[in-house]
Nanobody, 117 residues
Framework: QVQLVESGGGLVQAGGSLRLSCATS????????MGWYRQAPGKQRELVAA???????RYTDSVKGRFTISRDNAKNTVYLQMNSLKPEDTAVYYC???????????WGQGTQVTVSS
């Protein structure tokens, strides 16, 4: 069974920083685009950032310049460094592994990020 293990969420004041981590198995990590999604109360889940197995990245407009996604292939881990956090970044953040050679993906359990004003 594929597992994505997330960590790093928490409560932070506006302007602060958090780093999310998501680890999975080597085989899944090596063939996946890794992404971070978030879902705020009453809103749809949205893509925040993603990084392909080759290292290409993309971000939703609202986090550009503030968030950085990276992957450590030796640790099979993807990170989301979140700086200059805003109250509107408050959400449950989910890690996603999208298999690049198949239409299939896996999800983490979610980690809460709360930004106070």
């Amino acid at each position: 069974q594929v597992q994505l293990v997330e960590s790093g969420g928490g409560l932070v004041q506006a302007g602060g920083s958090l780093r999310l981590s998501c680890a999975t198995s080597k085989i899944i990590f090596s063939i996946s685009t890794m992404g971070w999604y978030r879902q705020a109360p009453g809103k749809q889940r949205e893509l925040v950032a993603a990084i392909t197995s080759g290292g290409s990245t993309r971000y939703t407009d609202s986090v550009k310049g503030r968030f950085t996604i990276s992957r450590d292939n030796a640790k099979n881990t993807v990170y989301l460094q979140m700086n200059s956090l805003k109250p509107e970044d408050t959400a449950v953040y989910y890690c996603n592994a999208g298999i690049e050679v198949a239409t299939h993906d896996y999800w983490g359990q979610g980690t809460q990020v709360t930004v106070s004003s």
